[in-house]
């Protein structure tokens, strides 16, 4: 499956952000979707991801009450909706296809998108 991200931008803290990613292939409904972030200088880490029926979303402790991702499969997309944003969410973020659900780990996910710049001004 082939992924691309889109909706990064600048905002201030306490704003919101709604990231979208696009994947094309037939087989975009039987994957795992996820997001990660990668800040300079720091490894990618986990986000949020979604199971294939839409159902069972986790997230990273550091999100979790501010982040919510979402997905449709008729329309091949998956979203992260961003509020309470923070100067320290500022970072590249990605989406990524796992055949698994509830991993967690950069490496388990197969299919990258190329990344959208998400930056948050105090």
Known sequence: VQLQASGGG???AGGSLRLSCAASGRTFSA???GWFRQAPGKEREFVAAIRWSGASPYYA???K???TI???NAKNTVSLQMNSLRPEDSAVY???ADSTWGRR???DFAS???GTQVTVSS
Do not use: H, I
Request: with cysteine; aromatic share 16%; glycine share 8%.
């Open 10 to 12: 600048l905002v201030q």
């Open 31 to 33: 994957y795992t979707m």
């Open 61 to 63: 402790d550091s999100v």
């Open 65 to 67: 009450g501010r982040f």
């Open 70 to 72: 979402s997905r449709d």
């Open 94 to 96: 990605y989406c990524a």
């Open 105 to 107: 780990m950069a490496k």
């Open 112 to 114: 990258w998108g190329q």
